[in-house]
């Protein structure tokens, strides 16, 4: 079946510490990868995404994401958390018409 | 400009009742995109409206229906409640139908069905 996996359900880092929140989709051929992003009491919203061109992709807030189609992966990462960076965060692939969500990743960073 | 707004923002049903969600998307967009949202399944897709018309449909029963007015309002409705119907149930709108615009979240209903 075709599917999203984020690894990690729960990440707690430290201030400071580097994150990367793992996606892999089990789609061949074009894609279109989205991360979004839901703050505690606020409703989701776009962080970056990658429709083509580089692969290495900047959203908001210091985030970026890498495609590395060989392994069908989407990985999203920030060199330095910040405690207003705790949250969940959602991998998302088009295919097609077709839009599906994993199940997310709790982000909890102590200060 | 106002978000997309979502009502109500909680409700109470029983098993066999019917329910309707209520979508205001944000103004000048025509599409509406609705999601439920559970712990244990995440976020899954229910269907799209664009201009009053259905075009894509995720994987869940005929229970779950919705439509879309032509001022792009939304509404979707479920029918015959069952306890695993409880759920955050999320709106989206954005410009166009398909995804290369982003999507902006509402804040979403909570259903929980006793």
């Known amino acids: 079946a075709q599917s999203v996996s984020q690894h990690n359900h729960h990440v707690i880092l430290s201030e400071a510490a580097s994150l990367e929140l793992g996606c892999n989709y089990s789609?061949?051929?074009?894609?279109?990868l989205f991360w979004y992003v839901q703050y505690p009491g606020q409703h989701l919203q776009l962080l970056l995404k990658y429709f083509s061109g580089d692969p290495l992709v900047k959203g908001i807030k210091g985030f970026e994401a890498e495609f590395i189609k060989s392994k069908f992966s989407f990985n999203l990462r920030k060199p330095s958390v910040q405690w207003s960076d705790t949250a969940e965060y959602f991998c998302?692939?088009?295919?097609?018409?077709?839009?599906?969500f994993g199940k997310g990743t709790r982000l909890h960073i102590l200060p | 400009k106002a978000g997309v707004t979502q009502t109500p923002r909680y409700l109470i049903k029983t098993r066999g009742q019917q329910v309707t969600l209520s979508c205001s998307p944000i103004?000048?967009?025509?599409?509406v995109s609705w999601y439920q949202q559970t712990p244990g399944q995440g976020l899954q897709f229910l269907f799209e409206?664009?201009?009053?018309?259905?075009?894509n449909k995720g994987n869940f029963p005929g229970r779950f229906s919705g439509r879309q007015f032509s001022n792009s309002r939304s509404e979707m409705n479920v029918s015959t409640l069952e306890l695993g119907d409880s759920a955050l149930y999320l709106c989206?709108?954005?410009?166009?139908?398909?995804?290369?615009?982003?999507?902006?979240f509402g804040d979403g209903t909570r259903l929980s069905i006793l």
């Open positions: 789609y061949g051929g074009t894609v279109n």
């Open positions: 989206a709108s954005s410009l166009a139908g398909g995804y290369n615009q982003p999507q902006h």
């Open positions: 998302a692939v088009i295919r097609g018409d077709k839009i599906i």
């Open positions: 103004s000048g967009h025509r599409s």
């Open positions: 409206y664009f201009s009053e018309t259905q075009r």
